[in-house]
């Protein structure tokens, strides 16, 4: 009696878990239990090919599970202009994970907020950047400083770890921009921290035991070895307690009598004053934010950076382009402007080529409806998760260019 109720049980259970749970969703790859389809993804790291496979199988709209969770795969550029582009606010709500908010000790930051308290720091920091130069000449002036540190550094001879260098270029342009200085050498042993912290963080978070503690904790946290909760504990406090620093440096610091600021922190801490409200703008929302544009500006521009460098290595017919289109448009030793962007063509389409090829994000950020919906006829429910899967437009087959891409 008992063994028949359990196989009944199992039965209904698998049916539930391989198919009714699914029927009201696009159709996609069958999840497994409790992981869904986190082992394919991880199984081909970085995940490029099975999205590429899933998309040819399902087309451009299917549903893809992490763990219990199901999420809504766009998968073509026309489709993500549709619902993104022309129907933007339907889409402008992010889902944030568990473990990403107890890192964060909370809803913060920008990358994962949504609603009234991600438009009000969204709008905040895109005016704070301007003020300081973002795509104008006071931001190009930073830039070419580090440009020319650079070239210094390539200037000694001998073997020259390329990637180093412009890890600390990029750095030293961000961390400008956040608290006002660069990593000179009396702050090597700073720069040297904050580098080893981020390492540590992008290798934990490749692991697949991690992978599965994330998005499917109720089978991950049986897994042996450290748990998810102790690795962002112990990390946690590490990153914090430098942005903490910096944070209380600037306010003991700080003339709040003047409207001048020099950095981001500053301009934050006297929107803060101005405010009076320390929940909207609260000390924790400065660190996150710091946290958002050091960690996601850097890593994203200095790999960007990376492989555009090692695709041209590994294509001289693309060097001497470049080199013709230099010589023919700068006629000198001085430095590339943003003024000479229209007068060379070759080079932009070269830098696109490379932005194409590296292809950053596997799996895109988490975005959810923020009210139903339907998309290619399906019913979509407010609050479902939905992904523009850019490396699948990134990689499209039907995309015709001139290109070194390494993947074909």
């Known amino acids: 009696m008992i063994l028949s109720f359990l196989i009944a049980f199992l039965l209904l259970w698998l049916f539930h878990e391989l198919y009714s749970k699914r029927r009201n969703y696009p159709p996609g790859p069958i999840p497994l239990p409790f992981v869904g389809n986190i082992i394919p993804m991880i199984w081909e790291a970085p995940g490029y090919e099975c999205?590429?496979?899933?998309?040819?199988?399902?087309?451009?709209?299917?549903?893809?599970?992490?763990?219990?969770?199901?999420?809504?795969?766009?998968?073509?550029?026309?489709?993500?202009?549709?619902?993104?582009?022309?129907?933007?606010?339907?889409?402008?709500?992010?889902?944030?994970?568990?473990?990403?908010?107890?890192?964060?000790?909370?809803?913060?930051?920008?990358?994962?907020?949504?609603?009234?308290?991600?438009?009000?720091?969204?709008?905040?920091?895109?005016?704070?950047?301007?003020?300081?130069?973002?795509?104008?000449?006071?931001?190009?002036?930073?830039?070419?400083?580090?440009?020319?540190?650079t070239f210094k550094e390539f200037d000694e001879g001998g073997d020259q770890n390329v990637s180093k260098v412009i890890y600390k270029g990029v750095a030293n342009v961000i961390n400008q921009i956040i608290f006002g200085y660069r990593f000179d050498d009396s702050k090597e042993a700073e720069f040297q921290k904050l580098k080893d912290l981020i390492d540590i963080q992008e290798k934990s978070f490749l692991s697949f035991k991690l992978c599965v503690q994330a998005f499917a904790p109720g089978i991950g946290n049986w897994l042996p070895g450290k748990s998810?909760?102790?690795?962002?504990?112990?990390?946690?406090?590490?990153?914090?307690?430098?942005?903490?620093?910096?944070?209380?440096?600037?306010?003991?610091?700080?003339?709040?009598?003047?409207?001048?600021?020099?950095?981001?922190?500053?301009?934050?801490?006297?929107?803060?004053?101005?405010?009076?409200?320390?929940?909207?703008?609260?000390?924790?929302?400065?660190?996150?934010?710091?946290?958002?544009?050091?960690?996601a500006g850097l890593t994203t521009t200095y790999t960007t950076l990376t492989w555009a460098i090692a695709y041209v290595l590994n294509h001289s017919e693309v060097q001497k382009k470049i080199y013709e289109e230099l010589?023919?448009?700068?006629?000198?030793?001085?430095?590339?402007?943003?003024?000479?962007?229209?007068?060379?063509?070759?080079?932009?389409?070269?830098?696109?080529?490379?932005?194409?090829?590296?292809?950053?994000?596997?799996?895109?950020?988490?975005?959810?409806?923020?009210?139903?919906?339907?998309?290619?006829?399906?019913?979509?429910?407010?609050?479902?998760g939905v992904i523009a899967q850019i490396s699948t437009v990134m990689l499209d087959d039907t995309f015709l260019r001139i290109r070194f891409s390494l993947h074909e």
């Not at 102790?230 to 409207?259: A, M």
């Not at 007068?343 to 080529?353: D, F, G, H, K, Q």
């Open 51 to 149: 999205f590429r496979r899933w998309r040819k199988k399902y087309g451009d709209l299917y549903t893809f599970w992490l763990g219990p969770t199901p999420y809504i795969i766009i998968s073509s550029y026309d489709l993500m202009k549709e619902t993104f582009v022309k129907d933007g606010d339907t889409y402008t709500d992010k889902l944030q994970q568990p473990f990403t908010e107890k890192f964060r000790g909370g809803k913060f930051g920008i990358i994962e907020t949504s609603g009234y308290f991600w438009t009000i720091h969204r709008r905040f920091a895109i005016s704070t950047l301007r003020d300081f130069g973002l795509g104008k000449e006071l931001m190009q002036q930073k830039i070419l400083m580090e440009v020319e540190e």
């Open 228 to 295: 998810l909760d102790d690795i962002i504990t112990e990390k946690r406090d590490d990153y914090y307690s430098f942005f903490y620093q910096q944070i209380n440096d600037h306010r003991s610091k700080l003339n709040f009598d003047t409207d001048e600021v020099e950095d981001y922190a500053e301009a934050y801490l006297k929107e803060q004053k101005r405010q009076g409200d320390t929940d909207l703008f609260s000390d924790q929302q400065l660190a996150n934010m710091c946290f958002d544009l050091w960690f």
């Open 327 to 384: 010589d023919t448009v700068i006629c000198s030793d001085r430095l590339i402007t943003m003024a000479d962007k229209s007068r060379l063509p070759y080079l932009n389409a070269v830098i696109n080529e490379s932005q194409r090829c590296v292809n950053l994000l596997p799996l895109n950020l988490f975005h959810q409806t923020t009210r139903d919906t339907v998309i290619n006829g399906y019913q979509i429910k407010k609050g479902t």
